[in-house]
């Protein structure tokens, strides 16, 4: 989500680049540096897209009482759980970024081969089926495979 009323990235970096004091740049700023509950981004998002949370449950494949829980804030889903929710929604890379950073997860990086297969498939608008074949394929951990959550 990126609101009006939020900085940019490298808006900040070169503020705090350029800033002599953090005190005065956290004073002026420190409202723009937070990103929304998680619960509430991914519940604005079903509500945006006219979809219900079973729907992008069903197709993340998690289990159902544990997506209600991440839906109403009750429990925090692992970074996989998040990534297993951007192919329920069908996100492409730079949605699930976002997605990524709003749920404080790290994000996808190209060089780790396991993200390098996910990045692929999220550009190519693959189904979470897929990718875990295509991770399969390669002997990566699968989506959710060790999660604590699932």
């Not at 970096?13 to 990103?35: C, I, P, Q, V």
């Not at 619960?39 to 992008?56: D, N, T």
């Not at 889903?77 to 890379?93: C, E, I, N, Q, W």
């Amino acid at each position: 989500m990126n609101d009006n009323n939020q900085i940019s990235t490298e808006e900040l970096l070169r503020m705090l680049f350029l800033e002599s004091s953090l005190d005065h740049l956290m004073k002026r700023e420190g409202d723009s540096l937070t990103f929304p509950a998680f619960s509430e981004y991914i519940s604005a998002l079903c509500e945006r897209r006219g979809e219900p949370p079973e729907r992008v449950i069903k197709r993340a494949d998690i289990e159902k009482s544990y997506g209600h829980q991440i839906f109403s804030g009750k429990r925090n889903p692992s970074r996989d759980t998040v990534l297993k929710l951007a192919f329920g929604f069908g996100m492409d890379y730079e949605q699930t970024q976002e997605l990524l950073k709003v749920a404080r997860k790290s994000l996808l990086h190209p060089k780790v081969k396991r993200d390098m297969v996910l990045v692929f498939c999220l550009h190519h608008h693959q189904t979470l089926v897929d990718t875990q074949i295509a991770l399969q394929e390669y002997r990566l951990p699968l989506l959710g495979e060790g999660s604590k959550n699932e």
